[in-house]
Nanobody
């Protein structure tokens, strides 16, 4: 079992920035690829970004490329999502997720992840 706890969400004006954190506990963090997903009201949860277990490879949704950066600190058992140039359409609950997988895998599908956090709300005002 892996427990994931997100933090760092909040209310920000369009064009602003936030950094989300996801702290993991329970198992060896570096055994897991990590992902960020989001769910806006009335919409399905969607992929945002993923990072391989070592941090050597990342993957992003087209909608956030160039604005969001995923990173991880395996010594701190934490994955981050730096979000710049935020837009009102980024408003959503953001979730981190973990999948025990090796190599440079960066899963993008929700069903590929085994563990999920409770989510943190990000609201971007216009």
């Amino acid at each position: 079992q892996v427990q994931l706890v997100e933090s760092g969400g909040g209310l920000v004006q369009a064009g602003g920035s936030l950094r989300l954190s996801c702290a993991a506990s329970g198992r060896t963090f570096s055994d897991y690829a990590m992902g960020w997903f989001r769910q806006a009201p009335g919409r399905r949860r969607e992929f945002v970004a993923a990072i391989s277990r070592s941090g050597g490879r990342t993957n992003y949704a087209d909608s956030v490329k160039g604005r969001f950066t995923i990173s991880r600190d395996n010594a701190k058992n934490t994955v981050y999502l730096r979000m710049n140039s935020l837009k009102p359409e980024d408003t959503a609950v953001f979730y981190c997720a973990a999948r025990p997988i090796g190599g440079l895998s960066v899963p993008t599908m929700e069903l590929m992840y085994d563990y999920w956090g409770q989510g943190t709300q990000v609201t971007v005002s216009s």
